[in-house]
């Protein structure tokens, strides 16, 4: 066996003692092929969810939500939003989000303070 095939082989074995110990190989996978070479493979692109985007989008539809009844009431805002649920198809299915909750309500009732 020649020196740089046991040098190899030598670091080899320490590469795998240290991820023994630790317990963590990293975002990266190593193997060794048949022809003894070591193969190492990037981990797949991790996806997570966009937690800050989708907290972003539900602050700004409630706050068109609330600012639309505090500028027409929430009378009139809920005679449209129970319009809407007795017409098309499309118009009940665009009608459930839009019905009055207490987020909204209460965003209403800032607006209507600030002004």
Do not use: C
Request: charged share 25%; aromatic share 10%.
């Amino acid at each position: 066996m020649s020196e740089s095939y046991a040098d190899f082989h030598e670091r080899l074995a320490r590469i795998y003692r240290k991820q023994e110990k630790t317990g963590r190989i990293g975002r990266k996978s190593v193997a060794i092929n048949r022809d003894g070479y070591v193969i190492v493979k990037g981990a797949g692109r991790r996806r997570n969810i966009p937690w800050t985007g989708l907290a972003m989008v539900a602050i700004a539809f409630f706050g068109v939500k609330g600012a639309v009844i505090a500028e027409f009431g929430p009378d009139f805002y809920s005679q449209n939003v129970a319009r809407m649920a007795g017409g098309t198809t499309a118009e009940r299915i665009a009608s459930l989000p839009m019905k009055p909750d207490p987020v909204s309500r209460w965003v209403a009732t800032q607006i209507k303070a600030i002004r």
